[in-house]
């Protein structure tokens, strides 16, 4: 994983520091919910966790780990932490949880949310989204640059809206490298 990629995890839990203030340092009680219980997966999941492994030896913060076999237990654990007075709670891989998460932000108004790959308008819910269609452009139009048979092929894994867009994506950035 690049170095930026971990830093840019680490930032986060610093800017959700800085937004409390300092009154609201000593209540800083990090917890994160994975949705999926491989976290060592070689992607985004591995990179938060070496991101929060990062902020933890840095600052002598401990940040609470938990994984979700399901999406009533993620729900169950976004839950109990802001009742535990966890704050903020950092939500990863959540694209197929939107709802319960936002009626989980709804009734926990003094929690702060962190979440990856989602909107909606609610002020204690703070944001990050990939542009992924911007990577598979540029990844289309660099295959079909080095491909002799100019065909490309994608894989993929799950039918979640995330790969959704980058095999779309693909394409216009194929097409433009064809017509040159």
């Known amino acids: 994983m690049p170095k930026w990629l971990y830093v840019f995890y680490c930032t986060t839990l610093f800017v959700m520091i800085a937004f409390g203030g300092a009154a609201q340092a000593e209540n ?7 949705d999926t219980e ?16 990062k902020f933890e030896k840095r600052t002598g913060v401990s940040v609470q780990i938990e994984t979700a076999d399901s999406y009533d237990e993620h729900t169950r654990k ?9 704050n903020p ?3 990863s891989g ?16 003094k929690t702060r949310f962190i979440i990856f790959n989602g909107r909606f308008n609610l ?8 542009a992924y269609h911007k ?8 295959s ?13 894994g799950l039918e979640i809206p995330t790969i959704k867009i980058s095999s779309v994506a693909i394409l216009p950035g194929r097409n433009i490298m064809m017509k040159k």
């Open 28 to 34: 800083f009680r990090p917890a994160i919910i994975y």
């Open 135 to 142: 990577s598979s452009f540029l990844a289309g139009y660099l």
């Open 94 to 109: 959540s694209t197929l949880t939107h709802k319960k998460i936002r009626q989980a932000v709804i009734d926990h108004p």
């Open 38 to 53: 491989v976290v060592n997966d070689g992607s985004w999941n591995e990179a938060i966790y070496r991101g929060i492994q």
């Open 78 to 86: 976004m839950n109990a932490f802001a009742v535990q007075g966890y």
């Open 144 to 156: 079909a640059a080095k491909s002799k048979t100019k065909k490309l092929g994608f894989i993929g």
């Open 89 to 91: 709670i950092l939500l």
């Open 123 to 130: 002020p204690n819910a703070y944001f990050f989204s990939f």
